[in-house]
């Protein structure tokens, strides 16, 4: 069946999109997300693991989750919703099992996931265990994002093909980041500046004024997956400007000097 399942173009497609933690999706995608659900997409994210020890700062990052996901629009769903394991704790075969479960229940039309080239084990692990699932559902289009940590030699390994203007969402994707920077949490602050600073060098790649990058993996023509790449790419609302938006102004570099 290469048919897709949802006829009409005006429908908006499912994307689901599978984080090793809590934060990953705001890291790499937030701008991207906010701008696709303020469009009308669905996305989900489901997120294998809080990483904390105890039941208490595990039930903490999963409200800052929450919180985040009212901000940027998008649902949120636990990949093993009843435990405190961490994604190294979890055998390829489990993970794997439990990920072809979530793109057949929630009917995903693409996938996005960490890329392979990750310098988190623990985000490696998801990435090999979405591309074990991809056999399942050739139908849905799957897609990497880039890597978290940019102060290792990994972070410039990751190359994106595709760039989704996000400059008119940049203050969303630092307020859902923000709901994750509480006392006595195990990891440091993000540093704001220098993530915009990536962004709009992202975004001079590209003749915007800042972007994310994903990278495609595989879609087939005709399918379900084809038309929500075509749905990712089309030209979203960004309230930061009128003409620096989507992919007009990526088409407005053809008129430069
Ligand atoms: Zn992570």
Same mark, same amino acid.
């Given at each position: 069946m290469r048919e897709s399942h949802q006829e &009409?173009? &005006?429908v908006a497609p499912h994307i689901l999109c599978v984080t090793a933690h809590p934060d990953d999706a705001e890291i790499a995608l937030g701008g991207a997300i906010s701008a696709w659900c303020h469009a009308g997409l669905r996305l989900t994210v489901a997120v294998c693991s809080t990483s904390e020890r105890s039941a208490a700062m595990?039930?903490?990052r999963k409200n800052a989750a929450a919180r985040a996901a009212r901000i940027l629009g998008?649902?949120?769903?636990? #990949?093993?919703?009843h435990d405190l394991r961490r994604v190294e704790d979890v055998t390829e075969h489990e993970l794997v099992g439990r990920i &072809?479960?979530? #793109?057949?229940?929630?009917g995903a039309d693409a996938v996005l996931a960490h890329a392979d080239c990750d310098s988190h084990a623990d985000h490696?692990? $998801?990435?090999?265990? $979405?591309?074990?699932?991809?056999?399942?559902?050739?139908?849905?289009a799957l897609l990497s994002f880039g890597v978290s940590e940019p102060r290792t030699a990994a972070y410039t390994r990751f190359q994106p093909s595709i760039f989704i203007p996000v400059a008119g969402h940049l203050e969303s994707k630092r307020a859902a980041i923000h709901e994750f920077h509480y006392d006595g949490k195990g990891y440091r602050d993000l540093d704001d500046d220098a993530m915009e600073l990536r962004l709009r060098a992202m975004g001079s790649l590209c003749g915007v004024d800042a972007a994310e990058g994903l990278s495609l993996l595989r $879609? #087939?023509?005709q399918t379900r997956g084809a038309r929500a790449l075509a749905? @990712? @790419?089309?030209k979203v609302p960004d309230p930061s400007s009128d003409t620096a938006n989507g992919v007009d102004s990526v088409r407005a570099l053809d008129h430069r000097e």
């Amino acid at each position: 069946m290469r048919e897709s399942h949802q006829e &009409d173009p &005006d429908v908006a497609p499912h994307i689901l999109c599978v984080t090793a933690h809590p934060d990953d999706a705001e890291i790499a995608l937030g701008g991207a997300i906010s701008a696709w659900c303020h469009a009308g997409l669905r996305l989900t994210v489901a997120v294998c693991s809080t990483s904390e020890r105890s039941a208490a700062m595990s039930e903490r990052r999963k409200n800052a989750a929450a919180r985040a996901a009212r901000i940027l629009g998008h649902e949120l769903t636990w #990949v093993f919703p009843h435990d405190l394991r961490r994604v190294e704790d979890v055998t390829e075969h489990e993970l794997v099992g439990r990920i &072809d479960g979530l #793109v057949r229940e929630s009917g995903a039309d693409a996938v996005l996931a960490h890329a392979d080239c990750d310098s988190h084990a623990d985000h490696r692990m $998801v990435s090999r265990a $979405v591309l074990a699932s991809s056999r399942t559902w050739p139908d849905s289009a799957l897609l990497s994002f880039g890597v978290s940590e940019p102060r290792t030699a990994a972070y410039t390994r990751f190359q994106p093909s595709i760039f989704i203007p996000v400059a008119g969402h940049l203050e969303s994707k630092r307020a859902a980041i923000h709901e994750f920077h509480y006392d006595g949490k195990g990891y440091r602050d993000l540093d704001d500046d220098a993530m915009e600073l990536r962004l709009r060098a992202m975004g001079s790649l590209c003749g915007v004024d800042a972007a994310e990058g994903l990278s495609l993996l595989r $879609v #087939v023509g005709q399918t379900r997956g084809a038309r929500a790449l075509a749905w @990712l @790419l089309r030209k979203v609302p960004d309230p930061s400007s009128d003409t620096a938006n989507g992919v007009d102004s990526v088409r407005a570099l053809d008129h430069r000097e």
